[in-house]
Nanobody
Framework: QANLAESGGGLVQAGDSLRLSCSTS????????LAWFRQPPGKEREFVAA????????SYADSVKGRFTISRDNAKKALYLQMDSLKPDDTALYYC???????????????????WGQGTQVTVSS
């Protein structure tokens, strides 16, 4: 099973940018999907973005579309989340996740992912 570790979180002001990284170790197969989820304080975990490892096709939550960009470096086995124009509503614990053989309709389902990191905190002040 793969191990995931997030980094790059912090405290920023509204309008700032942050880049999250997720390093992976262990087997990452070509049919894998890597994703970012977040859990705001007192709320359920929610989907942010995902990318199919083999095609690079990505999907975003409506709340972050146009502001966040997911990318990967297959050689480094790393996943990134560039977050621009941050808002206080983006404050959350951000997790990266890995699943296999996912289809487009299952990307937003956290139960479809097998491996999770410990999370990195992002706090956006107004």
């Amino acid at each position: 099973q793969a191990n995931l570790a997030e980094s790059g979180g912090g405290l920023v002001q509204a309008g700032d940018s942050l880049r999250l990284s997720c390093s992976t170790s262990g087997p990452i197969f070509s049919d894998s999907t890597l994703a970012w989820f977040r859990q705001p304080p007192g709320k359920e975990r929610e989907f942010v973005a995902a990318m199919f490892r083999n095609t690079g096709r990505s999907s975003y939550a409506d709340s972050v579309k146009g502001r966040f960009t997911i990318s990967r470096d297959n050689a480094k086995k790393a996943l990134y989340l560039q977050m621009d124009s941050l808002k206080p509503d983006d404050t959350a614990l951000y997790y990266c996740a890995l699943g296999r053989r996912l289809i487009l309709s299952s990307l937003r389902n956290s139960g479809a992912y097998d491996s999770w990191g410990q999370g990195t905190q992002v706090t956006v002040s107004s």
